[in-house]
């Protein structure tokens, strides 16, 4: 079957007479359970919820392997760290990949005697430093920078080093990359973003290759609890059936966007990639299925950068990404990305293209019509 068959599909429990296609989601704490508790799949709510077996059970045939759902991204993230560290053993993380992953390293499981060894998702500069490492952190295209890393290469060389490899595939999705089937042992994602795609929910998700990996997940997850609520899991997975349409949009617009801002002289640089231009565009049209929905893209300064945002009539202001409304952002507000003050990272949405770029043009003629009377 092909992708957009398979997300409208995947998790539903099948054909039964009088019953819904996907059941609603399930409130319950306790579940009625009498004697033996293994009688039964569902004694109570921390352990196991019949709507995350679901949607579990979808993203476990979308990905290749066995899924387990948290609170959120950072959730799952935590999980995998969490699961797989010890004392004295060694991380090896991207520089440039998402911040508040790299805080909880270089914090918390630093301070737990982890050695945390950074390096840049370009290049794949990570490579030069597995000897001795316990796990290989990737995250491909990088968040906000949109560089990318060899999958194959890098999870060939640190299986090698005996290093397990995790790659953070949010930003582009099980169906835009397939991290477990080039080899690595966990592929992890806040669903938050372009998964779900609707800027309704908190959600997070790891894949693990091996099923006594994933019962380990499992069991971190009951034990510290990040659990998500059945709503928000029943949420996702009725968004996932429109996943491979919103992200064909998405991709379509984004790229449309991408060669826009190209061609406009007062953007200094332009990254996306699936514009054939971009140093990522030889490596992402081998890795990739869908290069997503963000474009990131630098203006003078964070005055131009602000002005622009403004302008725009379309675009609304917000962080995160991947939804279908486009949002946009001057990335470096928040501090802690090596960025420029003028950079800006564009969600693109759902929207209809041409509607998109009039309203980026005009914001555009207007900041720099501005700038004119302004010599
Ligand atoms: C947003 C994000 C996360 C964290 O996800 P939350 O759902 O916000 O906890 C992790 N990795 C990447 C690449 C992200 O963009």
């Known amino acids: 079957m092909r992708d957009a068959t398979r997300v409208v599909r995947a998790g539903l429990p099948g054909f039964a007479q009088g019953e819904p296609f996907l059941p609603g989601p399930t ?31 979808a993203l476990s045939e979308l990905e290749g392997g066995t899924a387990v759902i948290f609170a959120s991204g950072m959730a799952a993230v935590t999980a995998v760290l969490g699961s797989v560290l010890r004392p004295g053993n060694v991380l090896v993380m991207p520089s440039d990949g998402y911040y508040t992953a790299r805080m909880l390293a270089e914090g918390y499981f630093a301070a737990l005697g982890i050695e945390v060894r950074t390096a840049p998702t370009a290049g794949n500069a990570q490579m030069e430093h597995l000897d001795g490492a316990t796990l290989l952190w990737l995250e491909t295209p990088s968040n906000p920078g949109l ?29 835009g990359q397939q991290p477990l089937a080039y080899g690595a042992d966990f592929s992890v994602s806040s669903d938050s973003k372009a998964l779900t795609g609707h800027a309704d929910l908190l959600l997070g998700h790891v894949a693990a290759r091996e099923p006594g990996w994933a019962e380990r997940l499992h069991t971190f997850r009951s034990q510290q609890g990040a659990v998500p609520g059945p709503m928000e899991v029943w949420l996702a997975h009725r968004s996932l059936a429109t996943l491979d349409m919103r992200l064909e949009r998405q991709s379509e617009n984004a790229l449309e966007i991408a060669r826009l801002l190209a061609s406009r002289p007062e953007v200094k640089l332009v990254r996306y990639p699936g514009l054939p231009q971009d140093p990522a565009y030889p490596l992402a049209v081998r890795q990739m299925k869908h290069y997503g929905p963000i474009v990131s893209f630098v203006l003078e300064g ?18 995160s990404f991947g939804g279908v409304h486009t949002t946009a952002e001057r990335r470096a507000r928040w501090g802690g990305d090596a960025i420029p003050d003028g950079f800006i990272r564009l969600s693109v949405g759902c929207e209809d293209a041409q509607d998109l770029l009039d309203d980026i043009t005009q914001a555009l003629d207007t900041v720099f019509a501005a700038k004119g009377n302004h010599p």
């Open 27 to 57: 409130f319950a704490n306790p579940y009625h359970l009498a004697g033996d508790p293994s009688s039964s799949a569902y004694s109570y709510g921390r352990y196991h919820n019949p709507t995350w077996t679901h949607f579990e059970q």
């Open 147 to 175: 560089d990318v890393c060899d999958l194959a290469i890098l999870i060939a060389a640190a299986h090698q080093h005996g290093a397990l490899v995790a790659v953070d595939n949010t930003t582009a999705t099980v169906l």
């Open 302 to 319: 964070k005055t131009q950068a602000e002005r622009f945002l403004g302008a725009c009539n379309l675009v609304f202001q917000a962080t």
